[in-house]
């Protein structure tokens, strides 16, 4: 039996990148996948899904507003009665550093990045308790927690939160059979990697892109799929042992201790 066999799944941020990867290596496990995303483009990423034979549908959902993701849950109870999975991915990033970074710009990437995954969470997590089972997936970074380049201190703020609330979450909903876990994704190659790629190197993104794989000792950026199999893992029931803590899925680029260091 594959592993997400039956179980009803939300993965949020999914009309695309790390979302859609998800998104697509669920559905191959067996999954009832649920994409949301504040992007009508959301629906197109479901009809792929769909014309491949998986069991999907697509929901519109703004994260940062509680009647949007009201909704949306409702939509799904209706079509499956229950939510056994939540993968929390939508997020945004803004490279600037903290003078440069005007309020209105830091509040939006907050309240995508840290009141998105707490208003998600907390509209689903009553049928989670209801039924004493569920599997809560968080997308952090290594950003924050592990390392920060210059410009971004207000995403490594907010990616860092998340692994504070993965804890605490996990804790409180032990008793419930319910296991919250967090990722931690270097640099894959999604539209964020390249939007920062083209936000620090207008003129030659590639460049940048490049100069990122260099990093990294498996010598490439990773792939939407290889965080899906991941986040599979963790939503599925392989993983029923594993609450409260993150896992690292970046090709070994917080690995190196210095770039002179060595032979």
């Known amino acids: 039996m594959a592993k997400m066999s039956g ?4 993965v949020t941020g999914a009309a695309m990148g790390n ?9 191959k496990y067996g999954g009832k996948v649920v994409l949301a995303d504040l992007s009508t483009s959301v629906h197109d990423a479901c009809k792929q899904l769909l014309e491949q034979g998986y069991e999907a549908m697509s929901v519109e959902m703004d994260v940062s507003k509680p009647a949007s ?10 079509k499956y009665g229950k939510i056994d999975a939540l ?17 209105k710009d830091r509040d939006f ?11 998600v969470t907390k509209a689903v997590l009553p049928y989670m308790k209801e039924k004493k089972y569920g599997r809560i997936v968080n997308l952090s970074s290594v950003t924050g927690m592990m390392v920060a380049d210059p410009g971004e201190t207000a995403y490594a703020t907010s990616k860092a939160a998340i692994i504070g609330f993965t804890k605490a979450l996990a804790r409180e909903v032990a008793e419930f059979n319910i296991t919250v876990n967090a990722i931690q994704p270097g640099y894959i190659l999604t539209p964020m990697a390249k939007q920062i790629a083209e936000e620090t190197n207008p003129n030659n993104p590639n460049e940048v892109i490049d100069g990122i794989a260099s990093g990294v000792p498996l010598g490439r950026l990773g792939e939407i799929e290889e ?19 993150q896992i690292v899925i970046d090709g070994g680029s917080t690995l190196p201790e210095t770039i002179s260091v060595g032979v």
């Open 7 to 10: 179980k009803v799944v939300i």
């Open 19 to 27: 979302g859609l990867g998800i998104a697509k290596v669920m559905a």
């Open 69 to 78: 993701i009201q909704s949306a849950v409702q939509q799904v109870i209706e």
């Open 87 to 103: 993968v929390n991915n939508a997020g945004v990033i803004h490279l600037g550093s903290l003078l440069e970074t005007e309020d």
């Open 109 to 119: 990437l907050f309240n995508v990045n840290i009141n998105g995954v707490w208003n």
């Open 227 to 245: 965080v899906g199999e991941l986040a599979s893992f963790l939503a599925s029931d392989e993983s029923s042992y594993i609450t409260g803590t």
